[in-house]
């Protein structure tokens, strides 16, 4: 159980251009998703929080114009990066709340997407 | 502000070879400590959520403790389908998000 599914799990774009990245909850419902970012051999950095139906809250430093976030549905969030540049390339991944088991708080995480601005 | 720090931040272990890595924590209020696996190019795979002081988990070599200040992970005859990164993360008693440490890079030698 506790599946979370990315698409796509790489793209590669060209500078100026928008990217869409899904984020699914499969088994499982998920009012809160997180997204990720993860440059190479570092830790994952928050970007933002999404709660199904309400505005997203960024982390400070990250422009919420720039990473667009909709969380529509209690399974789906996306993430679009606006007008991307090569220093927006990196590995994007999101995480997904499961609250189902009381207790438990567990964020399950996607696969990851690879984004490369050309 | 809450913090993870992990160590070492590479480890090489030959096969069977068992060791401990660490996570070092402050946080205001503990909801829970979280331990994951990352493998190259992957998102990162859950392992054990550990609540209170005292408390431990385990699955299969691997064994999960925690106290006030730090977390162990145990890894116990380790194959070298253990070689990955592992995580460790907190949360606060007042917010959804996990602050990670910057993780352990092990490699097990066959």
């Known amino acids: 159980g506790a599946v979370v599914s990315q698409h796509p799990s790489r793209v590669i774009c060209k500078s100026g251009t928008s990217v869409k990245i899904e984020c699914r909850s499969l088994?499982?419902?998920?009012?809160?998703m997180f997204w990720y970012r993860q440059f190479p051999k570092q830790s994952l950095m928050l970007m933002a929080t999404s709660n199904e139906g309400s505005k997203a809250t960024y982390e400070q430093g990250v422009e919420k114009d720039k990473f667009l976030i909709n969380h529509a549905s209690l399974t789906l969030s996306t993430l679009t990066v606006t007008s991307a540049h090569p220093e927006d390339s990196s590995f994007y991944i999101c995480?997904?709340?499961?609250?189902?088991?009381?207790?438990?708080?567990?964020?399950?995480f996607g696969p990851g997407t690879r984004l490369t601005v050309l | 502000e809450d913090q993870v720090t992990q160590s070492p931040e590479a480890l090489r272990l030959q096969e069977g070879e068992s060791s401990s890595l660490n996570c070092s924590y402050t946080?205001?209020?503990?909801?829970?400590l979280f331990w994951y696996r990352q493998d190259p190019g992957k998102g990162p795979e859950f392992l054990f959520t550990l609540y209170s002081a005292g408390e431990e988990k385990e699955k299969e070599r691997l064994k999960a403790t925690l106290t006030k200040k730090e977390s162990f992970l145990h890894i116990t005859a380790p194959k070298p389908e253990d070689s990955a990164t592992y995580l460790c993360?907190?949360?606060?008693?007042?917010?959804?998000?996990?602050?990670f440490g910057t993780g352990t890079r092990l490699l097990v030698s066959p």
């Open positions: 088994d499982f419902q998920a009012t809160t």
């Open positions: 946080v205001s209020g503990l909801r829970g």
């Open positions: 995480s997904a709340r499961d609250v189902s088991g009381g207790a438990s708080d567990t964020q399950y």
């Open positions: 993360a907190v949360q606060n008693t007042g917010f959804q998000k996990l602050v």
